[in-house]
């Protein structure tokens, strides 16, 4: 595979992303990241991508760059032109609608969110392991079939962002887990209490957008957090038009 010219188009529009995020794009899986650390640095040296921050994140600043090192490459003299498999453009297409519509939609209120500055967009593919939410995170996330949006919700709680949905809680009355959702509506024969959790991992994939979470010490705090969540939340119920939606606040 030719990786600079994917690792181009994936940062094309995308803001900043790390290294696992965008293996995960190139490759359509989790299991590539150290594979593409030698195309990264040659970017890099090229002035063609930057590498900032902690956890390092890595930024397009020139997508038309002539020169490789001291060597002019025919493959980067003209537009880059990737053969995507049908599967890594849709799901490149997808983050940049998600990242669309929350930057459209918020600009220009006191709550504008930028792609790769205000929150990023990770995809957790069919057959995942639920992803932990990094310390200091939010998230709203949503799951989906090959066919339609399953569900939509928000958190701050890693326990709720990697767990909860994959479960039937009988004793807790926790009914607004997906998993519960399925189970009482079940989308196939043969999902039960025992095995709901292992069907989405294998039948569902996810698009998490995260943000930064503000301290919750104060209410002002607290407060910009349920903002920001309840905003994005609402925008992508409204833009999936998810299956599963519940009353409860909890989601």
């Known amino acids: 595979m030719k990786q600079m010219p994917k690792i181009i188009e994936v940062l094309t529009g995308a803001g900043s992303l790390t290294q696992s995020q965008i293996a995960q794009l190139c490759y359509g899986d989790n299991n590539h990241s150290t594979a593409i650390y030698s195309s990264l640095k040659k970017l890099e040296r090229a002035n063609v991508i930057v590498k900032e921050g902690a956890p390092a994140r890595y930024r397009l600043v020139n997508s038309n760059y002539r020169e490789y090192g001291n060597q002019k490459s025919e493959l980067l003299k003209k537009k880059v ?51 932990k939410l990094p ?13 339609e949006c399953l569900k939509v919700g928000q958190t701050t709680s ?33 999902i039960t209490d025992e095995n ?22 104060d209410t002002d705090a607290k407060r910009k957090n349920a903002i920001i969540l309840n905003m994005v939340e609402g925008l992508l119920q409204a833009y999936f038009d998810p299956r599963y939606e519940s009353d409860n606040s909890r989601n």
């Open 81 to 131: 032109d990737i053969d995507y498999d049908v599967k890594q453009r849709e799901v490149f297409n997808r983050i940049w609608e998600i990242s669309t519509i929350i930057y459209n939609h918020s600009k220009g209120t006191s709550y504008e969110l930028v792609p790769g500055i205000d929150f990023y967009v990770i995809y957790q593919p069919f057959g995942h392991v639920p992803a």
């Open 135 to 147: 310390n200091g995170k939010m998230a709203v996330y949503t799951f989906h079939t090959d066919e």
């Open 158 to 190: 890693g326990n709720r962002y990697s767990y909860d949905h994959y479960r039937v809680y009988k004793n807790r009355g926790n009914t607004s887990t997906l998993a519960h959702s399925i189970v009482q509506e079940p989308l196939k024969d043969g």
């Open 196 to 217: 709901a959790g292992d069907w989405i991992r294998a039948n569902c994939e996810r698009y998490d957008v995260i943000f930064d979470k503000a301290s919750e010490d």
